[in-house]
């Protein structure tokens, strides 16, 4: 099993940039599927950014040339860079974990961190 804890939200007003992190622990996050979702009240969560075992990477086109997912294998932490904040990216940003192949799909995600919320405005 993983363990999840992200960090790194706040407030931040429109165009400007954050760097959310996600810890893990119990499990190396190169052996799963990495992902960024977003959720906001009576929505469901959208997945953002994913990163597969192999390093490729996908994106909501929502987000695409302004968020950047990586991870550092060897602190076991993944990153969620992201750039030219809007107000409707406003929201609880969680990262999860799938032992198989990157889903858009929240449901097929194993391992879930507690959140942490971004503000745009």
């Known amino acids: 099993h993983v363990q999840l804890v992200e960090s790194g939200g706040g407030s931040v007003q429109v165009g400007g940039s954050l760097r959310l992190s996600c810890v893990a622990s119990?499990?190396?996050?190169?052996?799963?599927?990495m992902g960024w979702f977003r959720q906001i009240p009576d929505k469901e969560r959208e997945a953002v950014a994913g990163i597969e075992s192999d390093g490729s990477t996908s994106y909501a086109d929502s987000v695409k040339g302004r968020f950047t997912i990586s991870q550092d294998s060897a602190k076991n932490i993944l990153y969620l860079q992201m750039h030219s904040l809007k107000p409707e990216d406003t929201a609880m940003y969680y990262c999860a974990a799938r032992a198989g192949v990157c889903d858009t799909a929240s449901g097929r995600y194993n391992y879930w961190g507690q959140g942490t919320q971004v503000t745009v405005s």
């Open positions: 119990g499990d190396t996050i190169g052996r799963y599927c």
